[in-house]
Structures are given as C-alpha cells and as structure tokens.
C-alpha cells in the first residue's frame, strides 16, 4: 500500500480487530465475506499476535476454517516472495514428501478494508495441529514417541533439502505436531526457493534456534542446517532422557533445551555442558556438534546426517568420535565434576567374594578331631560309670562350650570369613557414606519443586496482571468511544436543527421588518377632522391633547357599558403606550369610526410593506448560522480527536505497562535461569546418589548371601570332611 506521501503504515493488531468485527464489510473475497471470528471473552476478534503480524482465526458460512494472516508492518518484495513460494510449492507432487507439511496458502493483495484502505492478507488453511514445544510438554516421558518424532523431523529436513528449500525460522512455534505424528510447517515469511535466490532474508528467525553468524546475507538452502541441528539434537536428548526437559527445559520458554546464550558462549553454558557430559553417547556427539558449528558462517554447517549423528559422527565434521569403550577426549575433564562425592574404598566384587571353605590349616584339622572327641569322650566314661551322670552332663557342657569357643575362633581366622566381614564393613561404611548425598538430593528436589511452584505461581500472576491492563485498555477505549458517540450525536441533533432555527430566524427578522415599515407608514397617518365623518376639530384636538394624533397612537377601543337607567355605551381608547383614554365626546359610534380609519390605515400599509428582507440584514442571518454550523463541526471534530487522544493515551500505558511487565519477567526469568544452573550444577555435583545407594544395598545383599554360605555348620563340616 502506498499514497503521494509514501508507503501507507501498517494497521496495528487492535485495528485490524476493530474491521474484523463486520466481515461483510472488510472483506471482498468470497471465501471471507460474511466469516465469523473466533472471538475471546469481550466478543472481540481474538488475535494471535506475532512480531510482523496478527492471525485471527474465521469460519465461513460452509463451515471451512481459515488462518488470516494480517501483517502489521511492511516486508519488501512481499506478494513477489509468496508467489515465488507458491509456485514452488505447487508443483512438489504430494507423494514425494514424507510427511504432509506443506499448507495451502493464498496471498491476497487488496484482502481487508481497514480505516478506509485496503491492505494484503495471507489466507492460510487453518491446522489441527498443536507446537512443537507443547507436544513435548504432554509426551515427553514417551521416549519412544519422541524418538519417533526426531527420525519425523530428519525425514522433513530431507523432503527441504531434496527441493532446495529452506523455511529460514524453523522453530518450536513453526513446527506444528498434526493427530497423526507428523509435522506441519506454518510461517512462510522468510522460506527460501530457488526462485528467489539473489535476494536477502527479510528476517533472520528465532534467535534461539539460529546460528550467532547468521547475517541478512544468507539465504540460500543452507538457511536451516543450524536450526535442524539444534532442534533433532533436542528430540534426540529428551528420547534418551526424559528427565531432560524438566531440568532444561523453561515452563512456557521460547527454546527446547539450548538458547542463544548457548550458542553464542558454549564453554560457560550449563545447558550444553550437561548434554555434553551425558551417559547417551548420540546426545553427546549431537552437542558436539552444536558446540563446534555455534560459531561457523551458515554456508559450512553441514547438513542434518542422522546416519552421522546417531553412529559415530564419522562424516560430520567437527565432533571427535568415541571409539568402543573408550570415553571421548572431551569427556575428560568433566569426570571430576560429574563423579559423586564420597569416600573411595578398594572394595571387592561380589563375584570375587569366597563362597566355600578350601585348605584346611593345623587348626582346622584339630578342631575336626576335637568335635568327635567332645561328644565321644563324656558318652565313654558314662558308659563305663567312672562318673555320676551328673559328672557327665558337666563333662558334656563343658567340651561342647570349649568346642563351640574353639569353632569360633578358628572359624574367625579363616581368610575366608575375614574377607567377607570386611566386605561387609565396607560396604556399610559406604552406604553410611551415601546417605549423606541422599538426604541432599531430596532435599535439592524439594527446592526444586518449591521454585518450579514459585516460578508457576509468578507465570500465573503475570499473566494476570497482563489480562488486567488488557481488559483495562479496552475499558478505557470503550469509554472514550461511548462519549464520542454520545458527544457526537447531540452535535448532530444541534447540526439537525439548525436549518429549522435557520428558517425560523429569517422569518422573524421578515416579520419585524415589515411592522416596522407598518409602524412608519401609521406614524405618518394623522388624524384630520376632514375625513372623520363625526369628529371635529375640537374632538381632534382632546385627541391630541391625550397622545394620540397618528394612527400609531393607538391601537384600537374598548366598548365599556356604563349601566344605569340608560345603559350607554363609552368607547375607550388603547393608546400605544398602553393607557385606556376615556375622551369627552367619543361614544360608541365615534370610537368605531376611529378604529375603522385606524384598520384602514393598517391595511393600506401592509400592502405596501416589503415582502423581503434586506440583503446586507439576510446575509447577516445567514453568516451567522454558517458560523454557529462551522463551530458545530469543528466540536464534532474535537469529539473524535478526543476519543483518539484517549485511545491513543490507552494503547500507550498499556504498551507501557506491558514492557514494564516484561521487564521484570525477563529479569525474573533470568534469575530463575541462574537458580537453575544452579540446581543443574549441584544435581551435577551429586550425581545420582540413590542409585549408588540402591547398587550399594545389592552389594551388601550380595555380601550376606556370601556370609551364610560361610556358616559356622558349613564351616564344621569343613572341619570334619574337609568339603
């Protein structure tokens, strides 16, 4: 759009709302015309606000959906861009893609009406699909699904690359996830085809997926290969480990696992460094592989190679490859900040531990003869009743207690029975060790889940308070629009009237330019005894005598009755200035006769009286009405400045209140990304001490299976047979 004085500035969201409200009116395409919006809890127009654009979801009369992309700001070469891309798109035959992702769109350059002009549209088909980013909230624990989902997103990089296409903004808000597992691609502002090559970018994507060395001057088909890279390694990781995208993964943030700031400084990020030293060998080459191409001009990244990524990285240049059983160089100095604390002990396997009792010593054998000894020898001198039976059952209890004392300690020297006690020493003096980190790791779990239910809770106040200055604006804007129209309307009953008051003063001021004409005309009619027929000279004179010598003088009689006998008749006379004149000598008759002459004269003289008025007096009369119009119409002007003035004061301490608001997100957010470091650090720094716990509980379990096959009656046996 443009006029004489340049390109014609974008409509804001708010107005583009506005025009929504009569799609009959807005619109010209058939599909649109007469469509109702999907409206939010004003019954507004609910916009999808996006950085260039607003989309607004509608629904024609024969129920089909569409996304209608309004843009709120000027991109060059725009409707050449979409046609490019159009036909591009148009002629990929739909069996040759992997995946239905492409989404029928239609540029439309004269497609809404708004303030008077019309501006281009992109009439999208609406998708049932939800971002990418919100899939992984709801099935990130499904590693399957995931894993599935990354091999989806590698198939689509592939259906791009085999057209020479490039979207250029592949993010998680880009990338919708349909019913079926497959991807759909939205947002086609910045895509690439062949078509346009030679051109520069019109933007340079989300900075959380993109390469720091990307400029306005890439763009080509390498466009993607940084944002694949950074989006397959995410799905692969959070495959491998689910607990990933809790300990990474922001709530509402606008990044999977890694962000601009792991990109623009890997050594110092806590992310990457956790994907880097993580037991999953492909999530370790995939962040590798982000680490070395963060700083690379976008025409050396390669391209997504699952094959590469998910073996050796042998044809991806820049990880180092891990051979079998060997821990990649990298990994080195990380061992010592990833290996739990605790004390370290040369304890045995469970596998090494003694489980039988071989080489009988001197002792052993000794304790084999005195066993039988021990039973034989008090049963012998009872048999031959050298003692009391009493004497015997001592004799008894006193060589069984010697044996049994003697069992114990030979028992207690044997190496074997040695081993397996200080094994078991160890390992509790290990486990006691373990516990420890145990206690600490729920307790960091507790923190944890405190801050994920504070920073919840501040997300859910946030976006309160955003809802309360939005709903405060509309407040205010309505106001304003409900007293301009009321303002309005009562200058336009003024404006309405007027050319009745208009009539009605040129008729007045006609009115009392004739009565004044009348009035001269009478005030030069005088009375004459000559053409009285009754009033003489002397009457005229009493007449005169009294005020009234013309026929302005008076305005007419009044017949008064003055009873009596004879009831006579006395004419009165009006004067003009108000007096009622009884005048000796005028009767009825005379009295009538006066007011006939007085008639006559009026008459006569409004004949003669102007039909018109002056001009100089009309268009006095009428300079005066132009005048009290023109005053209407500029209050009427007013009202509707006044209105903007407040809308316009509205949008901006809303916009104000907004960025003050986002203001102290970001900074909470960043503090809440510090504090995650942090947990992400200490659970670094602690490992996982209830599996060294749990590994350490099998050993000792493992060590007492030893000590009873160790027993004192398998060590007697030992004693008498030597098995």
């Known amino acids: 759009m443009s006029t004489a004085q340049g390109p014609l500035p974008f409509p804001s969201g708010r107005e583009y709302q506005e025009a929504l409200q009569n799609t009959t009116v807005c619109f010209l395409d058939r599909d649109l015309r007469g469509a109702l919006p999907q409206t939010n809890k004003l019954g507004l127009p609910r916009p999808i606000s996006g950085q260039f654009a607003s989309v607004f979801s509608l629904t024609n009369a024969l129920g089909r959906r569409y996304a209608l992309k309004c843009f709120t700001s000027h991109v060059r070469d725009q409707q050449d861009r979409y046609e490019a891309i159009s036909d591009k798109l148009s002629v990929i035959a739909p069996h040759s893609l992997s995946q239905p992702w492409r989404i029928g769109f239609e540029y439309v350059p004269d497609g ?7 501006f281009p549209v992109l009439k999208m088909d609406w998708v049932e699909a939800v971002t990418l980013s919100n899939w992984l909230d709801h099935h990130y624990a499904d590693s399957a ?51 346009l090559r030679g051109r520069h970018s019109t933007e340079r994507g989300h900075r959380n997926y993109q390469s720091p060395a990307r400029g306005d001057d890439d763009f080509d088909g390498t466009l993607d290969h940084f944002s694949n890279w950074v989006i397959y390694l995410a799905l692969r990781a959070v495959a491998a480990d689910p607990s990933l995208w809790t300990r990474l993964h922001e709530p509402d943030g606008e990044y999977l696992l890694l962000a601009e700031d792991d990109f623009k400084n890997p050594a110092g990020s806590v992310r990457l460094s956790t994907l880097l030293s993580h037991t999953d060998s492909t999530v370790r080459d995939l962040a590798e592989q982000i680490k070395v191409l963060s700083w690379q001009p976008l025409p ?56 039988r009792y071989t080489h009988r010593r001197m002792a052993d054998v000794l304790l084999g003869l005195l066993l039988p000894l021990a039973v034989l020898a008090p049963a012998a001198l009872a048999l031959v009743e050298l003692v009391s039976p009493l004497a015997t059952a001592v004799t008894y209890g006193g060589t069984l207690g010697v044996t049994a004392l003697t069992t114990r300690r030979t028992r207690g020297t044997r190496q074997e029975t040695r081993a397996v006690r200080t094994h078991l020493s160890q390992l509790r003096e290990k486990r006691h060790a373990t516990l420890g980190p145990v206690r600490t790791a729920d307790q960091l779990r507790r923190e944890q889940q405190e801050f994920d239910a504070s920073e919840a809770d501040r997300k859910s106040q946030l976006t309160a308070a955003q809802t309360k200055l939005e709903r405060a604006q509309q407040k205010a804007v309505k106001t304003a629009e409900k007293k301009k129209v009321q303002d309005q309307q009562a200058i336009d009953r003024e404006i309405a009237s007027l050319a009745g008051q208009r ?57 008064v009755s003055a009873g009596g006998r004879y009831n006579n008749v006395t004419g009165l006379i009006n004067a003009a200035d108000g007096r009622r004149l009884d005048i000796k000598g005028i009767g009825e008759n005379r009295a009538r006769t006066l007011e006939a002459w007085r008639l006559r004269q009026h008459a006569r003289a409004s004949s003669r009286a102007p039909s018109s008025l002056p001009t100089a007096r009309r268009q006095s009369i009428e300079a005066d009405f132009t005048r009290r119009q023109s ?93």
Not at 112 to 117: A, E, Q, Y
Not at 148 to 165: G, S
Not at 651 to 659: F, P, Q, V, W, Y
Request: without cysteine; glycine residues 8%; charged residues 25%.
């Open 300 to 355: 050396h990244v390669p391209r997504l190679s699952v094959t590469a990524a998910t073996t050796t990285g042998a044809h991806v240049p820049g990880p180092r490859t891990a051979g079998a059983g060997r821990r990649p160089d990298w990994l080195d100095g990380h061992v010592t900040a990833t290996t739990a604390p605790g004390p370290v002990t040369s304890v045995p396997s469970p596998g090494s531990l003694p489980r």
């Open 145 to 195: 699904a995931v894993r599935a989902l990354a091999e989806r997103f590698a198939e689509l990089t592939t259906d791009l690359a085999r057209h020479d296409i490039a979207h250029g903004d592949l993010q998680h808000g880009n990338l919708l996830v349909a019913r079926d597992g497959t991807f759909r691609l939205v947002d086609y502002d910045g895509m690439f085809v062949p078509a």
């Open 112 to 118: 809404i009406l708004v303030n008077g002009s019309r």
């Open 503 to 559: 009539r009605t003063g040129l008729d007045r001021a006609l009115a009392n330019h004739r009565k004044e004409f009348i009035d001269g005309e009478l005030r030069k009619a005088r009375l004459h005894e000559k053409e009285l027929t009754g009033i003489g000279r002397s009457l005229v004179q009493a007449l005169a005598a009294q005020g009234v010598r013309t026929a302005a003088d008076f305005t007419g009689i009044t017949l």
């Open 631 to 723: 005053d209407l119409s500029r209050r009427r002007l007013e009202a509707e400045t006044t209105a903007r003035t407040a809308r316009e004061h509205a949008d901006r301490k809303l916009r104000s209140e907004l960025a003050r608001l986002t203001g102290e997100d970001q900074l909470a957010a960043r503090h809440a990304s510090q504090q995650r470091q942090q947990f992400a650090q200490r659970a670094r720094q602690l490992g996982d001490p209830h599996a060294r716990l749990a590994a350490v509980e099998a050993e000792i379990a493992a060590a007492r299976r030893s000590a009873r096959a160790l027993s004192s009656l398998r060590y007697l046996r030992f004693a008498l047979t030597g098995r």
